[in-house]
């Protein structure tokens, strides 16, 4: 690696060197970049924020230094000390020597992992960086051979979140676990159990936004931690299925999550037809986290679903449990309504794409069938079928239908048609008839009209072409079928058909 550390200095405003060094010159302090920003130089990216341990009261340097460069203040955490400072979208972290010590060695052992226990002397008379790599516990070395290597046996003890935060860098540096720091995880996984559950979801969801998810969420079952998170999908593990599966219930979701990791990065592979717009969906920033934690959890329903019928192993309305567990899920674990709404939705619909194509098979698929879906799923209907298409790439059993993928692509492709040409414009367009016009034509208010809306909904988009006078006709047949003949006489008006 080049180690011409004063190369990294110059991806930083020359005015924030300049505030760092007058502000280190005031008080003669030593002051040290650290930790990840150091780990990404030496790896030859160019992070933007930084990490600075300094001697002296970090929370009086922070403010003076904010000061200085008029920027916002905010305190991280008061009881160890650490405080940001934020100037034009840039981060510098600032915080003393830890846990009492006294020199940078010292505090640079107290650190989580070796790759991120390095540091580089700031010169304030230079504004530069001078002198060599300190680094006491070999973090170069680990750096250069991609280890995540833990630094003591209290690593885990003294923060529990790093028990997951190993995992994190692994997958976001696609570096592999030290094989004692895996087994040290292992022993301690019980401990994340007392990590926030905030902080737990949004390293699981750096770990999900990473692109070695399914290899990462593997390696965590492998050593326990994986259920100290989702207890609910131990019992999944040895789980039989159907002779359409090769795996048991948590293989297949593991191999869901990987199969969708694969559709993400390349939908083009899976699907042949609106693939602007499945690029589209997947640009929202949080899509790719859904999706894939969607996938994990698909088939979280199949353990209390399970029923064994005359020899058979049947999961019957999984999707449905499925649903009500991952609400608990939501909850435990501080999740957004955003994701937890999304990825609902998405487990409780996992299977309609597979009982639409059944049906399309022998009958044809209908504009009603459509439209029901996608009052069901609204904007997640491309997620549904990205969802499918991984739940039924994960299972290659013997049992399973051939050309699933294919159908499923051109299911998606017809629904995707009708959805844009005919049952949009008519749910986004202007009413033909509303509650005014029911009431004019003789009908008293009450629940008869949502009925009777929903149904002329589904009309409508069988005939997309029905005007206003057919409308009200339909309605006044429609009163006098549900009905059943009683009040007829109320509504024995005359049509008058538009001009």
Known sequence: MNLEYNRYLRNYPGYILRALARQAAEGRQEVFFAGGPVRD???GEEPFDLDITLTGDPRLWAEGLARRLRAVLVPLSETEGVYRVVKEGLWLDISGFRNGTKSINEDLKQRDFTINAMALRFDYQTQGIAGPLIDPNQGLADLERGIVRHLSSSTFQADPLRLLRAFRFAAGLDFKLAAETIELTGREAPLLNKAAPERVSLELEKIMASKLAGRTIEDMAACGLLWRIFPELLPGVGMRQPASHHLDVFGHSLEALKQ???????PENFFTSFLSEISAYLDHERMIIRLKL???LHDVGKP??????????????HDQMGARIIEKIARRLRWSSGDRRCIVLLIKGHMRPFHL???RHKTGISRRACLKLIKAVG?????????TMADSLAGQGTGKPSGMEADLAAL?????????????PVLSGPPLIDGYDLIRLGMRPGP???RLFQALEVEMVKNPAMSKAEARQWAVDYFNYYHHGKNRLSLNVTIQHDA
């Open 41 to 43: 130089w030496l790896r």
């Open 379 to 387: 904007p997640e209907l491309i997620g549904l079928f990205l969802l």
């Open 304 to 317: 209390p679903a399970f029923v064994l019928r005359e020899g058979r192993r049947t999961f019957y309305n």
């Open 412 to 424: 998606f492709t017809d629904i995707e048609t009708i959805n844009q040409q005919i049952i949009q």
């Open 260 to 266: 969708m990791e694969m559709i993400v990065a390349a």
């Open 294 to 296: 969607a996938a994990l």
């Open 448 to 450: 008869f009209f949502s």
């Open 357 to 359: 194509n059944n049906a």
